[in-house]
């Protein structure tokens, strides 16, 4: 059929790049593959392209802005962040639903979810919440500071769940790559040997 050349043709252009070492995938590159085939995979790419949350964090994390930018930067984020999880059904009028939260992380691969853990992302925040304290101080906000330290501890959490699931699904993503690279190259040697 042609969804199967299709397939064909995609599995073997990425396995062409994966083995000329030329892959590079971008993080939503990988958490769709990540997802692909859940219930999750559509809606978790029209959030990202709706809410922007990757510029939004990425806008935070800029060395010593003017401190009235990075205020506006964190609101941005804190919308971004907002507006993903009501796109993917984690949140409902400002409130995250339990039961949504324990059916989305169903949908991930356990080998993805036990790579980490609330109490990792507890300690990941902490430690980044030390690191932007002494990085607001170095910014010399004098004034502010206290709005600056209050607006990184409150996306440390989101910052270090975002780098913990990229790396996670960098690895599931890479296992997946390999697997099926492996599967060709056994296809290939099986078939230059009949």
């Known amino acids: 059929s042609m969804f199967r050349a299709a397939l064909l043709l995609?599995?073997?252009l990425v396995g062409s790049a994966y083995g000329q070492a030329d892959l590079c995938l971008s993080e939503q590159d990988q958490f769709q593959i990540c997802l692909t085939g859940t219930s999750l995979q559509n809606k978790f790419n029209k959030a990202v392209k709706k809410c922007k949350i990757t510029s939004a964090l990425n806008a935070v994390t800029?060395?010593?802005p003017a401190i009235k930018t990075l205020l506006k930067n964190f609101g941005k984020a804190e919308k971004a962040g907002i507006c993903f999880l009501e796109?993917?059904?984690l949140m409902e009028e400002g409130a995250i639903v339990p039961a949504n939260v324990e059916w989305i992380t169903g949908?991930?691969?356990n080998e993805l979810l036990d790579q980490f853990s609330l109490d990792d992302i507890n300690k990941c925040a902490t430690a980044k919440q030390k690191?932007?304290?002494?990085?607001?101080?170095s910014c010399g906000y004098k004034k502010q500071e206290g709005k600056a330290k209050k607006g990184y501890n409150a996306l440390t959490p989101m910052m270090c769940l975002n780098e913990m699931m990229s790396t996670a699904c960098s690895s599931h993503v890479q296992y997946m790559l390999e697997s099926i690279m492996s599967g060709f190259m056994s296809m290939q040697v099986i078939s230059a040997g009949k």
Do not use: R
Not at 131 to 137: G, I, L
């Open 10 to 12: 995609g599995l073997a």
């Open 62 to 64: 800029a060395k010593c």
């Open 87 to 89: 796109e993917i059904g």
């Open 107 to 109: 949908q991930f691969p």
């Open 131 to 137: 690191q932007y304290a002494k990085s607001v101080k």
